[in-house]
C-alpha cells in the first residue's frame, strides 16, 4: 500500500489535476426571478408577490396550513419561541450539538436552555435524556436534526403529548428529509428551516417555519413584523400588539426562495445516493463507524459525520485532507454550552446574567463540563465530510477510497508501534 501523503506518499486523489466539483446552487431560474423582482420596484414584501407566493407554496410542499417567511434560520426559531411565548425564567430542552442559533431564541425570549444528552447511536438528541430533564418550568421541547440526520420522534412525540409541552423541529440541516414516511418539519407543533448559503436550498441567508395551529400562526406573522397588526389596525394608523423584532423577509429572498423550491427536491435525492455509496462503501473498516440513520428515517446528509475510534479525529482529519478529501475534526468542537459565552459564562445582557439570576428562575442552571459525556465522546471522535448533490458516482468512490487508505495507514502505523519484538533469551 502507498504511503500516506501526511507521511510523502502520493495523495489518493490529486485535486490540482481532478478537482472535486464545486457547489454551484444557483442558475438561470434565479437570476430570471430575482430580475423579476428588481423590475417591480418593489423589494418589500408587504406589497409585493414574491414573499407571499414562497410561503404559499413552501407550506403546500410540507402539506403545512402555514409558513411564515424571516430573515435566516435562527430567526425561524425565534418566531417558534415567540409563539410558544415563555415567561421569564421558563426552560426550554434542546440539543448539545448544535450553531449558536438554536440557542438565541431562547436566550431572547428571556428562558433558559437546558440540554438533553446526545443518543450515542444517532448523535442526536436523547429521547430518555429529554424526559429526564422536564420540571413543571419546561416550556417546549427543541429537536434538532442533526446533519440531515431525523431525530427519535416517535418517542420525542409521546414524551411531549404526555407532558403537554409543544415540540419545535430544528430542521436547519433537514429540508424534505422524510421520517416514517412524513417530513420533518410536520411532525411536531412547529417546524423551522435555514436557507443559509450551505443549507439544501438557500437564499444565502433566509428562514421559514411552519406550523398547522392557527394561533401560533398568527402570532408567528406578527412577531416577524415587530407585532405589527397590519390587517386590523384597531386604534390609530398602527397597532404593534406586543413586542417582537423585525425579521421580514425581502422580495429578492422571495424570488430565490421560489427558484429553489423547484430543485430542492432533486438537491436532497441526489445527497440521499451519495451518502447511501459512500456508507455502503466504508461500512466494515476497522475503526470507523459511518453516518448513522435513524431508524425510520432517511438520512439527507447536509454533512456527512464519520466517527473515528483507531486514532484521534484531528490526525485523520488532517491525513485525509492530505489526500485530497477535505475534512475537519470535532464539528463545534465543544458541546454549544462550552462553547457560547451566553451560557458558559453567562454573558447575556449588560453585567446582569439575566435569565439565570433573574427572581423569576426555580433553580440555579450551571453549564459545566461534565454535563453531557455523550456528547463530548461523539464531538472527540468526529470526522466532517462535505460533499455536495454535484459529486458523480465516481467523486464518492474516490473519498471512498481516500478514506480506506488513510484507515488502513493508520491501522498499520498503530500495529508497529504496539509490536514488541520476541525476546532472544
Known amino acids: 500500500m502507498p504511503a500516506l501523503a501526511i507521511d510523502g506518499g502520493p495523495p489518493y486523489r490529486d485535486t490540482t489535476l481532478r478537482p472535486f466539483p464545486p457547489r454551484t446552487p444557483y442558475g438561470d431560474r434565479d437570476i ?42 435562527t430567526a425561524a426559531l425565534h418566531l417558534a419561541v415567540g409563539a410558544i411565548d415563555p415567561n421569564p425564567g421558563d426552560e426550554i430542552i434542546t440539543a448539545p450539538i448544535t450553531d449558536l442559533g438554536t440557542i438565541i431564541p431562547i436566550l431572547y425570549q428571556n428562558a433558559i436552555p437546558i440540554f438533553a444528552d446526545s443518543d450515542p447511536r444517532t448523535y442526536t438528541i436523547d429521547p430518555a435524556d429529554v424526559e429526564r430533564q422536564i420540571t413543571p418550568r419546561t416550556k417546549a421541547i427543541i429537536a434538532i436534526h442533526l446533519f440531515g440526520n ?29 421520517y416514517n414516511g412524513r417530513l420533518l418539519g410536520t411532525i411536531g407543533e412547529i417546524g423551522c428551516f435555514s ?96 453516518a448513522p440513520v435513524t431508524p425510520g428515517g432517511r438520512h439527507s ?43 458558559a459564562e453567562k454573558r447575556t445582557y449588560g453585567t446582569s446574567r439575566f435569565p439565570f439570576d433573574s427572581p423569576y428562575t426555580d433553580r440555579p442552571v450551571e453549564y459545566t463540563d461534565a454535563m453531557c459525556p455523550v456528547t463530548q465522546d461523539i464531538l472527540s471522535q468526529l470526522v466532517i465530510l462535505g460533499f455536495n448533490e454535484q459529486y458523480t458516482p465516481a467523486d464518492i468512490d474516490d473519498m471512498a477510497g481516500a478514506i480506506r487508505k488513510v484507515a488502513e495507514g493508520m491501522i498499520k502505523e498503530s500495529r508497529a508501534a504496539s509490536y514488541t519484538p520476541p525476546s532472544s533469551a
Open 301 to 343: 446528509y447536509w454533512l456527512y459525520p464519520l466517527r473515528v475510534t483507531m486514532t484521534p479525529a484531528e490526525r485523520f482529519a488532517r491525513a485525509l485532507s492530505a489526500e485530497g478529501v477535505s475534512a475537519s475534526a470535532g464539528y463545534i468542537g465543544k458541546p454549544i454550552f462550552l462553547c457560547a459565552g451566553a451560557l
Open 32 to 73: 430570471e426571478l430575482v430580475t423579476q423582482a428588481l423590475r417591480s420596484q418593489n423589494l418589500f414584501r408587504w406589497g409585493g408577490t414574491m414573499v407571499l407566493e414562497f410561503e404559499k407554496r413552501f407550506a403546500a410542499l410540507y402539506g403545512a396550513h402555514h409558513a411564515v417567511g424571516s430573515t435566516s434560520g
Open 195 to 290: 436557507f443559509q448559503q450551505s443549507k439544501h436550498m438557500t437564499t444565502g441567508d433566509g428562514g421559514m417555519t411552519i406550523t398547522n395551529d392557527d394561533a401560533y400562526a398568527e402570532r408567528m406573522r406578527l412577531f416577524a413584523d415587530k407585532g405589527f397588526n397590519r390587517q386590523q389596525p384597531g386604534s390609530g394608523p398602527r397597532a404593534y400588539r406586543f413586542l417582537a423584532p423585525n425579521y421580514r423577509m425581502t422580495e429578492l429572498h422571495g424570488a430565490v426562495g421560489l427558484a429553489q423550491l423547484e430543485k430542492v427536491q432533486d438537491v436532497v435525492g441526489r445527497r440521499n445516493a451519495s451518502g447511501d455509496r459512500l456508507t455502503a462503501q466504508i461500512r466494515g473498516i476497522d475503526g470507523l463507524i459511518p
Open 150 to 178: 431525523p431525530c427519535d420522534m416517535d418517542a420525542l412525540v409521546d414524551i411531549a403529548r404526555r407532558h403537554r409541552i409543544p415540540l419545535i423541529e430544528d430542521c436547519s440541516q433537514a429540508h424534505v428529509t422524510e
